[in-house]
Every structure is written in structure tokens, then in C-alpha cells.
């Protein structure tokens, strides 16, 4: 029998979700957040996401997603109290300068 997740589980999960995007935003390079997922572990106060981005053209990916990667884990924390203990990149495209944060 699965495990109820509670009430607050829908809430929990918006609010991380939308701090990811919001922290996600901030680091430089990032042109838009198409996408967040997370799942996460109500017991251990733990949170897996997925974070689905569009880059600004000439930016170092690797960069942009450490950056995204630390900002990310910093503001969950902060927002939430929950531990991002996993954040997966995906950079789905590439943004001219012109389009930056739309």
C-alpha cells in the first residue's frame, strides 16, 4: 500500500519547484527555465529536481549548469528547509542575446 503523502506534500512541492526556478534564474547564462521537476522525501526532508533550461548563446554550459546547480541548492534550502540533494540540468536550447529572460 503506497505511503500517504499528506496534505501539505502539493504545497511543499510548488514552493520547491518554484524557488528552483526563481534561483535558477539567477545565475548568469541562464536566458529562461522552461521546466522544474522535483520529487522528494517528505521523512528525510530531501528533494531530487529537474531543472529544464535555455542558455544564452557563447555561455559555457558547463559553467552556466554549476552555477544553476549551486544557486538552486542554496535557495531550496532557504525557501523551504528541504535539501536539494540531486539537480539534473537540461539545457534544451540556445537563446540569442535578443531573447535574454523573456
Same mark, same amino acid.
Given at each position: 500500500?503506497?505511503?500517504?503523502?499528506?496534505?501539505?506534500?502539493?504545497?511543499?512541492?510548488? +514552493?520547491?519547484?518554484?524557488? *528552483? =526556478?526563481?534561483?535558477?534564474?539567477?545565475?548568469?547564462?541562464? =536566458?529562461?527555465?522552461?521546466?522544474?521537476?522535483?520529487?522528494?522525501? !517528505?521523512? +528525510?526532508?530531501?528533494?531530487? +529536481?529537474?531543472?529544464?533550461?535555455?542558455?544564452?548563446?557563447?555561455? #559555457?554550459?558547463? #559553467?552556466?549548469?554549476?552555477?544553476? !546547480?549551486?544557486?538552486?541548492?542554496?535557495?531550496?534550502?532557504? =525557501?523551504?528547509?528541504?535539501? *536539494?540533494?540531486?539537480?539534473?540540468?537540461?539545457? !534544451?536550447?540556445?537563446?540569442?542575446?535578443?531573447?535574454?529572460?523573456?
Amino acid at each position: 500500500m503506497p505511503k500517504d503523502k499528506g496534505p501539505d506534500y502539493k504545497i511543499i512541492r510548488e +514552493l520547491i519547484e518554484e524557488s *528552483a =526556478a526563481r534561483y535558477a534564474m539567477t545565475a548568469e547564462g541562464v =536566458a529562461r527555465v522552461n521546466d522544474v521537476k522535483s520529487d522528494m522525501d !517528505q521523512d +528525510l526532508k530531501t528533494a531530487e +529536481l529537474k531543472i529544464y533550461l535555455d542558455v544564452i548563446f557563447g555561455c #559555457s554550459i558547463p #559553467s552556466v549548469s554549476w552555477d544553476v !546547480q549551486n544557486a538552486v541548492k542554496e535557495g531550496v534550502k532557504t =525557501a523551504s528547509g528541504y535539501e *536539494a540533494e540531486k539537480i539534473d540540468i537540461y539545457i !534544451q536550447g540556445v537563446a540569442p542575446e535578443k531573447e535574454i529572460r523573456e
